[in-house]
Every structure is written in C-alpha cells, then in structure tokens.
C-alpha cells in the first residue's frame, strides 16, 4: 500500500511563501517522477511541477514557472514545492502524485497514487 501525505498548506497573504511537502510510505520515490497538481473550487485539477526521479530535470506550469520551485530528497522519501509570492489565483487544494512513467508528465492520467491534498488560501 502506498500512501503520499502532503503538509504545510495554510492560510497566507498575497506575496507570501509556503513550502509544501509529499511524503511517502511503501514506495521508493526514487524510481518515480513526481508531480504537483492542484484543484480550486469549481475547476479542474491542474498540473503545477512536476521533477524527475534523479531531481535533475524539473518543469513548470507557466502560471507557476518563476514563482514555484520543485525538489526532493530521495532519501528522505520526500518531495517539496516551495512556493514564493503566492497570489490569490493559487488558492486550490494541492495534491502530490506518482508518475510510474519516470517522465514528469503533465497528464494527470499517468499519475498513479496521489496523496489527500492539501488546502493553500492566499488572501489579497
């Protein structure tokens, strides 16, 4: 059974940070790509970053790109996406994810596991 759990969301204002974190049990991250994906209210779920297994290739929605930073530390079995001058259009649940693939795809479709989510509200 393999279970990732995100923490750090929280409640900020515009131009704040916060740094999420995905930590997983009963799987090596480090034979899988990894992914952040969102969700507002009312909207579809959206792919925000997504890194590669050797954290040597990383890629960015545009709407992030700049903003957000994706790593990990394999042997922490954790991923990060540090998010800096967060705006109110970021406010979603952000969810983490497995890409079995190892490419870091946009396609939630790919994803296998993913974790609870986690809320992130940015206030003007």
């Known amino acids: 059974q393999v279970q990732l759990v995100e923490s750090g969301g929280g409640l900020v204002q515009a131009g704040d940070s916060l740094r999420l974190s995905c930590a997983a049990a009963?799987?090596?991250?480090?034979?899988?790509?990894m992914g952040w994906f969102r969700q507002a209210p009312g909207k579809e779920r959206e792919f925000v970053a997504a890194i590669v297994w050797s954290g040597g290739s990383t890629h960015y929605a545009h709407s992030v790109k700049g903003r957000f930073t994706i790593s990990r530390d394999n042997p922490k079995n954790t991923v990060y996406l540090q998010m800096n001058s967060l705006k109110p259009e970021d406010t979603a649940v952000y969810y983490c994810a497995t890409d079995p693939t190892g490419l870091g795809t946009e396609e939630a479709v790919v994803y296998d596991y993913w974790g609870q989510g986690t809320q992130v509200t940015v206030s003007s």
């Open positions: 009963g799987r090596t991250l480090s034979n899988y790509a």
